[in-house]
């Protein structure tokens, strides 16, 4: 398996701009973990789905924030409007739970986001 | 809430040393916890800890958890300036669903 893909590596955006961030879990993989990381605040979790639903997304800051889950491939992380505040990397994160089987977070290369 | 606290936020020390990094945690319907090491790019998987008094051994890397005091601790020996990075600590709650992070240690290794 290719590992936790995410897409784009960098991008730079005006700010007002909508910004999507898109994830492909490790196939098999059943829980998939939206972070944002920056130096101030350290690895915030943002939401998380498990079998595609939304279980937590206490974490996304605000209303700008949605993020969906349409298949168990698939994942987008979305901002609209963005704001230089939000210029973060964002990691997208993969795990296999449920009964007695728990792995560990399998992370993406992430996604730099620049909001200028 | 769940939470988790690591300390110290930083360590310098010199190639050789020992180091302890400790990391405290709250969480509801704890499954385990987890060590990763980040260094430019992705956190990268260490340890996995689930019972109390085993300890994981990695190299000059070992773990163990304390489930009755709600810790852990990671100790590197014979520290290397490739040990340099963040660890951070992440425990997995609620029916093995969430993984929580803590700030991470910053550790600094010198020539």
């Known amino acids: 398996d290719a590992g936790v893909i995410q897409s784009p590596r960098h991008e730079v955006t005006e700010m007002g701009q909508e910004v999507t961030l898109r994830c492909k879990p490790i196939?098999?993989?059943?829980?998939l973990f939206w972070y944002r990381q920056t130096m101030m605040r350290g690895l915030e979790l943002l939401i998380y789905f498990n079998n595609n639903v939304p279980i937590d997304d206490s974490g996304m800051p605000e209303d700008r924030f949605s993020a969906k889950m349409p298949n168990a491939s698939f994942s987008t992380l979305k901002i609209q409007p963005s704001e230089p505040r939000d210029s973060a990397v964002y990691f997208c994160a993969s795990s296999l739970t449920g009964g007695a089987r728990n792995t560990e977070a399998f992370f993406g290369q992430g996604t730099r986001l620049t909001v200028v | 809430e769940d939470k988790v606290v690591q300390s110290p936020l930083s360590l310098v020390v010199h190639e050789g040393d020992t180091v302890t990094l400790n990391c405290s945690y709250e969480?509801?319907?704890?499954?385990?916890l987890l060590w990763y090491k980040q260094e430019k790019k992705a956190p990268t998987f260490l340890f996995m800890l689930t019972s109390s008094g085993i300890e994981k051994k990695s190299g000059r890397l070992s773990s163990i958890l304390d489930k009755k005091e709600l810790f852990s601790i990671l100790n590197i020996t014979a520290t290397q300036t490739g040990d340099s990075a963040v660890y951070l600590c992440a425990v997995v709650g609620n029916y093995g669903q969430n993984f929580v992070f803590g700030p991470g240690t910053r550790l600094s290794v010198l020539p």
């Open positions: 969480v509801t319907n704890f499954r385990s």
């Open positions: 196939s098999g993989h059943n829980s």
